[in-house]
């Protein structure tokens, strides 16, 4: 009758945590929403509840307090040993005069990463593009006017606090 009676609370013990599991707000451990093998290690974005971390190799580098964080683009530029990897991430859900707000995440093969927060001016990002070891972002506002920013990774590898600075979009180069 022992042997019955612990089979029988091993087994709702089992059904107690699989149903657990599936409650909201019950979950056994983080949720990893996205996961980018970089050139600096693993990079996840982890939901905590109603907020999210970004953890580089485990470390939390960005976090966000009540706000979803979604990762929409991830990026290699520059050569193998010298360049980065880079996450956009749209943080909140936005709105009608805002629609999104984006951070950007970097990481060098040096292991130091670097974060810029909010960069976007209420405008709709039309286009991201690599160009050398550089990313530019452009951006449209509700007037059809654009706006390019440029990423440096210069700052980066400094360990200086990092911004985007306003640019064109680099001539194409026609070939010889």
Do not use: W
């Amino acid at each position: 009758m022992k042997l019955c009676a612990s089979r029988l609370m091993l087994c709702v013990a089992a059904c107690a945590a699989v149903m657990l599991s599936n409650v909201p707000g019950h979950a056994m451990g983080p949720d990893r929403q996205s996961v980018y093998l970089t050139v600096a290690g693993p990079l996840e974005v982890v939901r905590q509840g109603a907020d999210h971390v970004v953890t580089l190799r485990g470390k939390p580098i960005h976090q966000s307090k009540g706000e979803p964080l979604t990762a929409q683009s991830y990026m290699s530029v520059g050569e193998l040993d010298d360049g980065f990897d880079a996450v956009l991430l749209r943080r909140g859900l936005g709105n009608v005069d805002c629609p999104v707000v984006y951070d950007l995440v970097t990481v060098g093969a040096d292991g130091k990463s670097a974060l810029v927060q909010s960069f976007n001016s209420c405008s709709r990002l039309a286009d991201i593009r690599a160009v050398g070891d550089k990313l530019y972002f452009v951006l449209e506002n509700k007037a059809g006017k654009t706006e390019v920013l440029e990423y440096s990774d210069d700052d980066r590898k400094r360990s200086a606090p990092v911004k985007l600075k306003k640019s064109a979009l680099p001539k194409a180069e026609t070939p010889n």
